[in-house]
Protein backbone atom coordinates (compact mmCIF):
# COMPACT_ATOMS: atom_id res chain seq x y z
CA UNK A 1 0.00 0.00 0.00
CA UNK A 2 1.24 3.54 -0.99
CA UNK A 3 -0.77 6.07 0.64
CA UNK A 4 -0.55 9.97 -0.26
CA UNK A 5 -1.96 12.21 2.30
CA UNK A 6 -2.39 15.94 1.68
CA UNK A 7 0.03 15.56 -0.98
CA UNK A 8 1.15 19.05 -2.11
CA UNK A 9 4.20 20.62 -4.59
CA UNK A 10 4.48 23.96 -5.50
CA UNK A 11 7.82 25.44 -7.44
CA UNK A 12 8.43 28.62 -9.44
CA UNK A 13 9.61 28.53 -12.88
CA UNK A 14 10.56 31.12 -15.04
CA UNK A 15 8.61 33.31 -13.01
CA UNK A 16 5.61 31.30 -13.13
CA UNK A 17 4.00 29.33 -9.68
CA UNK A 18 3.63 25.59 -10.93
CA UNK A 19 1.34 23.36 -8.68
CA UNK A 20 1.85 19.83 -9.25
CA UNK A 21 -0.08 18.10 -6.21
CA UNK A 22 -3.38 20.36 -4.17
CA UNK A 23 -3.13 18.08 -1.24
CA UNK A 24 -3.46 14.73 -3.31
CA UNK A 25 -5.44 12.10 -1.11
CA UNK A 26 -5.36 8.63 -2.76
CA UNK A 27 -4.25 5.45 -1.79
CA UNK A 28 -2.55 2.65 -4.57
CA UNK A 29 -3.61 -0.65 -3.11
CA UNK A 30 -0.73 -3.65 -3.09
CA UNK A 31 0.31 -5.41 -5.85
CA UNK A 32 -1.98 -3.10 -8.21
CA UNK A 33 -0.19 -1.91 -11.50
CA UNK A 34 -1.35 1.90 -11.87
CA UNK A 35 -1.09 3.91 -14.86
CA UNK A 36 -0.06 7.33 -13.91
CA UNK A 37 -1.72 9.32 -17.02
CA UNK A 38 -1.39 13.25 -17.70
CA UNK A 39 -1.14 15.85 -20.56
CA UNK A 40 2.89 16.84 -20.97
CA UNK A 41 4.13 18.95 -17.83
CA UNK A 42 1.24 17.83 -15.90
CA UNK A 43 3.93 16.40 -13.29
CA UNK A 44 3.53 12.96 -13.66
CA UNK A 45 7.61 12.36 -13.49
CA UNK A 46 7.52 14.92 -10.35
CA UNK A 47 4.78 13.25 -8.25
CA UNK A 48 6.53 9.58 -9.01
CA UNK A 49 9.71 10.99 -7.35
CA UNK A 50 7.89 12.52 -4.51
CA UNK A 51 6.53 8.98 -4.09
CA UNK A 52 10.15 7.76 -4.12
CA UNK A 53 11.71 9.93 -2.08
CA UNK A 54 13.66 11.63 -3.57
CA UNK A 55 12.05 15.05 -4.37
CA UNK A 56 10.66 16.33 -1.13
CA UNK A 57 6.40 17.86 -1.18
CA UNK A 58 5.38 21.42 -0.34
CA UNK A 59 3.40 20.21 2.45
CA UNK A 60 1.90 16.71 3.20
CA UNK A 61 3.53 12.69 2.97
CA UNK A 62 3.80 9.64 2.01
CA UNK A 63 3.14 6.53 4.04
CA UNK A 64 3.55 2.98 2.43
CA UNK A 65 3.91 -0.30 3.94
CA UNK A 66 6.40 -2.10 1.48
CA UNK A 67 9.65 -1.16 -0.44
CA UNK A 68 9.36 1.45 -3.22
CA UNK A 69 11.82 1.57 -5.87
CA UNK A 70 13.23 5.21 -7.21
CA UNK A 71 12.12 5.45 -10.74
CA UNK A 72 13.49 2.84 -13.10
CA UNK A 73 16.26 3.34 -15.31
CA UNK A 74 16.84 6.72 -13.91
CA UNK A 75 20.54 7.38 -13.80
CA UNK A 76 20.48 11.00 -12.51
CA UNK A 77 21.83 10.38 -8.57
CA UNK A 78 24.85 8.82 -9.91
CA UNK A 79 28.44 9.74 -8.95
CA UNK A 80 30.32 10.91 -11.76
CA UNK A 81 33.74 10.38 -10.28
CA UNK A 82 33.27 6.66 -8.98
CA UNK A 83 32.87 3.71 -11.48
CA UNK A 84 29.47 1.94 -12.65
CA UNK A 85 30.80 -0.86 -10.18
CA UNK A 86 31.13 1.77 -7.38
CA UNK A 87 27.98 3.12 -7.69
CA UNK A 88 26.54 -0.13 -7.88
CA UNK A 89 28.38 -1.08 -4.70
CA UNK A 90 26.71 1.85 -3.03
CA UNK A 91 23.56 1.69 -4.05
CA UNK A 92 23.37 -2.21 -2.47
CA UNK A 93 24.70 -0.70 0.93
CA UNK A 94 21.58 1.61 1.09
CA UNK A 95 19.23 -1.18 0.22
CA UNK A 96 20.52 -3.33 2.07
CA UNK A 97 21.30 -6.31 -0.39
CA UNK A 98 24.51 -8.02 -1.09
CA UNK A 99 27.01 -6.30 -2.35
CA UNK A 100 28.91 -8.70 -4.61
CA UNK A 101 25.59 -10.33 -5.88
CA UNK A 102 24.35 -7.24 -7.01
CA UNK A 103 27.80 -5.75 -9.03
CA UNK A 104 28.06 -9.33 -10.77
CA UNK A 105 23.98 -9.02 -11.56
CA UNK A 106 24.60 -5.78 -13.33
CA UNK A 107 27.88 -6.15 -14.86
CA UNK A 108 25.91 -9.13 -16.89
CA UNK A 109 22.76 -7.33 -17.58
CA UNK A 110 24.30 -3.72 -18.27
CA UNK A 111 26.75 -5.16 -20.56
CA UNK A 112 29.57 -2.45 -20.28
CA UNK A 113 32.09 -4.30 -20.14
CA UNK A 114 35.51 -2.79 -19.14
CA UNK A 115 33.46 0.69 -18.95
CA UNK A 116 31.80 -0.87 -16.03
CA UNK A 117 34.83 -0.20 -13.72
CA UNK A 118 35.64 3.86 -15.51
CA UNK A 119 33.88 7.16 -13.53
CA UNK A 120 30.49 7.62 -15.14
CA UNK A 121 31.63 10.92 -16.11
CA UNK A 122 32.72 9.07 -19.07
CA UNK A 123 29.58 7.40 -19.96
CA UNK A 124 27.75 7.93 -23.08
CA UNK A 125 23.87 8.67 -22.09
CA UNK A 126 22.85 5.11 -23.13
CA UNK A 127 25.93 3.37 -20.70
CA UNK A 128 24.12 4.87 -18.34
CA UNK A 129 20.96 3.99 -19.32
CA UNK A 130 21.93 0.53 -18.96
CA UNK A 131 23.97 0.97 -15.60
CA UNK A 132 20.56 2.00 -14.21
CA UNK A 133 18.47 -0.23 -15.62
CA UNK A 134 20.51 -3.01 -14.46
CA UNK A 135 20.45 -1.49 -10.90
CA UNK A 136 17.09 -1.08 -10.98
CA UNK A 137 16.39 -5.10 -11.70
CA UNK A 138 18.86 -5.96 -9.54
CA UNK A 139 16.66 -5.03 -6.40
CA UNK A 140 13.31 -6.98 -5.46
CA UNK A 141 10.92 -4.36 -4.37
CA UNK A 142 7.11 -4.56 -3.59
CA UNK A 143 6.09 -1.35 -5.70
CA UNK A 144 8.34 -0.40 -9.02
CA UNK A 145 8.17 3.19 -10.43
CA UNK A 146 8.31 3.12 -14.39
CA UNK A 147 8.71 6.25 -15.89
CA UNK A 148 8.99 5.37 -19.71
CA UNK A 149 11.36 1.90 -19.26
CA UNK A 150 11.22 0.62 -22.77
CA UNK A 151 13.37 3.72 -24.18
CA UNK A 152 16.27 2.73 -22.96
CA UNK A 153 18.84 0.46 -25.36
CA UNK A 154 18.91 -1.20 -28.52
CA UNK A 155 16.36 -3.41 -29.73
CA UNK A 156 17.87 -6.56 -28.27
CA UNK A 157 18.60 -4.90 -24.72
CA UNK A 158 14.80 -3.40 -24.33
CA UNK A 159 13.55 -7.00 -24.97
CA UNK A 160 15.88 -8.00 -22.53
CA UNK A 161 14.59 -5.42 -19.94
CA UNK A 162 11.24 -5.80 -20.70
CA UNK A 163 11.29 -9.80 -20.25
CA UNK A 164 13.39 -9.15 -16.58
CA UNK A 165 10.71 -5.88 -15.67
CA UNK A 166 7.79 -8.79 -16.75
CA UNK A 167 9.25 -11.50 -14.22
CA UNK A 168 9.40 -8.30 -11.64
CA UNK A 169 5.73 -7.97 -12.13
CA UNK A 170 4.81 -10.93 -11.92
CA UNK A 171 5.40 -10.11 -8.00
CA UNK A 172 5.02 -6.73 -7.56
CA UNK A 173 2.97 -3.56 -7.99
CA UNK A 174 4.20 -1.05 -10.20
CA UNK A 175 3.11 2.85 -10.28
CA UNK A 176 3.82 3.33 -14.61
CA UNK A 177 4.45 6.91 -16.81
CA UNK A 178 4.46 6.02 -20.31
CA UNK A 179 2.90 7.86 -23.75
CA UNK A 180 2.44 4.11 -24.86
CA UNK A 181 -1.23 2.95 -24.60
CA UNK A 182 -0.27 -0.49 -25.43
CA UNK A 183 2.26 -0.59 -23.03
CA UNK A 184 -0.18 1.12 -20.36
CA UNK A 185 -2.57 -2.13 -21.47
CA UNK A 186 0.06 -4.97 -20.87
CA UNK A 187 1.24 -3.30 -17.64
CA UNK A 188 -1.76 -2.09 -15.42
CA UNK A 189 -4.93 -2.88 -14.25
CA UNK A 190 -5.58 0.32 -12.60
CA UNK A 191 -5.26 4.16 -13.37
CA UNK A 192 -4.89 7.15 -12.44
CA UNK A 193 -5.07 10.80 -14.07
CA UNK A 194 -3.04 14.14 -13.06
CA UNK A 195 -4.97 17.12 -13.81
CA UNK A 196 -3.86 20.69 -12.12
CA UNK A 197 -2.42 19.41 -9.52
CA UNK A 198 -5.61 17.08 -9.05
CA UNK A 199 -4.99 13.42 -8.62
CA UNK A 200 -8.35 11.28 -9.66
CA UNK A 201 -7.66 7.64 -9.32
CA UNK A 202 -9.61 4.79 -10.91
CA UNK A 203 -10.04 0.60 -9.91
CA UNK A 204 -10.89 0.80 -14.25
CA UNK A 205 -8.15 1.32 -16.35
CA UNK A 206 -10.50 1.69 -19.38
CA UNK A 207 -12.50 4.90 -17.09
CA UNK A 208 -8.95 6.17 -16.50
CA UNK A 209 -7.68 6.27 -20.42
CA UNK A 210 -10.81 7.65 -21.38
CA UNK A 211 -10.53 10.61 -19.01
CA UNK A 212 -7.28 11.14 -19.93
CA UNK A 213 -8.22 11.46 -23.65
CA UNK A 214 -10.91 13.73 -22.52
CA UNK A 215 -8.92 15.98 -21.08
CA UNK A 216 -6.34 15.53 -24.55
CA UNK A 217 -8.81 17.15 -26.26
CA UNK A 218 -8.96 20.27 -24.36
CA UNK A 219 -6.47 23.07 -25.11
CA UNK A 220 -3.94 23.43 -22.35
CA UNK A 221 -4.61 27.23 -22.58
CA UNK A 222 -8.37 26.36 -21.68
CA UNK A 223 -7.29 24.23 -18.79
CA UNK A 224 -4.55 26.78 -17.74
CA UNK A 225 -1.79 23.69 -17.85
Not at 197 to 221: S, W
Request: with cysteine.
Amino acid sequence: MIRLENLTKQYRLKGREMLVADQINAEFPTGASVALLGRNGAGKSTLLRMIAGTVSPTSGRVVSDGTISWPVGFAGSFHGELSGAQNVRFVARIYGVDTDELVDYVADFAELGQHYHQPVNSYSSGMKSRLAMGTSMGIYFDTYLVDEVTSVGDADFRAKSQRVFNERMSKSGAIVVSHSMPMIRQMCNMGAVLDRGTLTLFHNLDEAIAMHEAILRVPPDIVGD
